[in-house]
């Protein structure tokens, strides 16, 4: 895997009167970029890597593989960044083109410059990224706030996206559950103790014994701990907003999800949004990225595949 480079980040509680999203302090800083740089060594191979100007900050971007065709660009969930898609990459790309964005005010290498004071504002820097990488159309898969993320872009930006995959969206389908309100306040409670922090991603994960000698468990470990986050709380889309998506959608419910109540985020998804291929995963917690890679490549393969196909015939016609 090529270097990665480690771009002067904001470190120290200073920046908290600007609310911009930082590092507590330099020994959180080297503790997180440790676990980042861990996890980027169990990624294939990267093509390449850019820092994209925006009107709120610099987001980081990797591509990898060079298939031809509509690219895929994957969001992760929250304190996670790029290298929670270690389980995902290598059976996503020897058939399409899939670049990884770090989500700007989150714990990554993106850096923001600018308050972010509501959804607009996610939206913007995301199209302004994407409008930095030259990509004029491109599938998105979102994995938990990722996929609140991705479904925020294509309500204001619906030109821009060929599909939305959204990997148990949160915030999107339905509200947040008790649960999660407590595994958040943990996240930011100062001086948790660490195995409360594992007990934590242990219950999002459906139960699965979590520890710091997993790469991914430590990157996000080390966000949750180490990164102060100033970003507006994500609320739940109305009715006409889902309504209004005019991309195909593909959204995997995870039936052990503690993030929302999962029928019911399953029922709104098929309500609003009739065109939809909405599936629920009884077996799958919220961590389902990981738990069922192999699945979820084939299932969006076969998604992307058909929509690409479809285009074509529409071209060609």
Do not use: C
């Not at 990665?4 to 800083?29: S, T």
């Not at 990459?89 to 923001?112: K, N, W």
């Not at 148990?168 to 595994?183: E, G, L, N, Q």
């Amino acid at each position: 895997m090529a270097s990665v480079a480690v771009p002067e980040h904001r470190v120290g509680k200073r920046w908290a009167a600007e609310k911009l999203g930082h590092f507590i302090d330099a020994e959180a800083f080297g503790r997180f970029v440790g676990a980042y740089l861990r996890g980027m060594e169990e990624l294939p191979a990267v093509i390449s890597s850019v820092d994209v100007d925006t009107r709120l900050g610099i987001v980081r971007a990797y591509r990898f593989g060079s298939a031809s065709g509509t690219p895929l660009v994957l969001l992760p969930g929250r304190n996670a960044s790029t290298p929670m898609w270690s389980a995902n990459l290598a059976s996503l790309i020897p058939r399409r083109t899939v670049y990884t964005l770090d989500l700007l005010g989150e714990a990554g290498m993106s850096v923001q410059h600018k308050a972010i004071g509501g959804a607009a504002d996610q939206a913007d820097w995301l199209e302004d990224a994407l409008d930095g990488l030259e990509l004029d159309r491109v599938h998105m898969l979102g994995l938990s706030i990722g996929g609140w993320n991705a479904v925020n872009h294509a309500v204001r930006y619906p030109n821009r996206l060929a599909s939305l995959t959204l990997l148990d969206p949160a915030m999107t389908f339905a509200p947040v559950t008790w649960k999660m309100i407590v595994v958040s306040l943990g996240s930011i409670i100062p001086g948790m103790p660490q195995w409360i922090r594992n007990r934590l991603l242990s219950w999002i994960s459906g139960g699965v014994p979590v520890d710091e000698s997993i790469p991914e468990a430590a990157l996000i470990s080390s966000g949750m701990r180490d990164f102060a986050m100033y970003l507006p709380t994500p609320r739940p889309f109305d009715d006409e907003q889902l309504r209004g998506l005019r991309v195909p959608v593909l959204a995997v419910i995870a039936g052990r999800s503690i993030v929302h109540r999962p029928e019911r985020a399953a029922a709104r998804a098929r309500k609003l949004l009739p065109h939809a291929r909405v599936e629920m995963w009884s077996d799958a917690s919220h961590a389902l990225n990981g738990e069922f890679p192999e699945r979820i490549s084939d299932l969006t393969h076969q998604f992307l595949d058909d929509i690409d196909e479809g285009a074509r015939g529409v071209r060609s016609s």
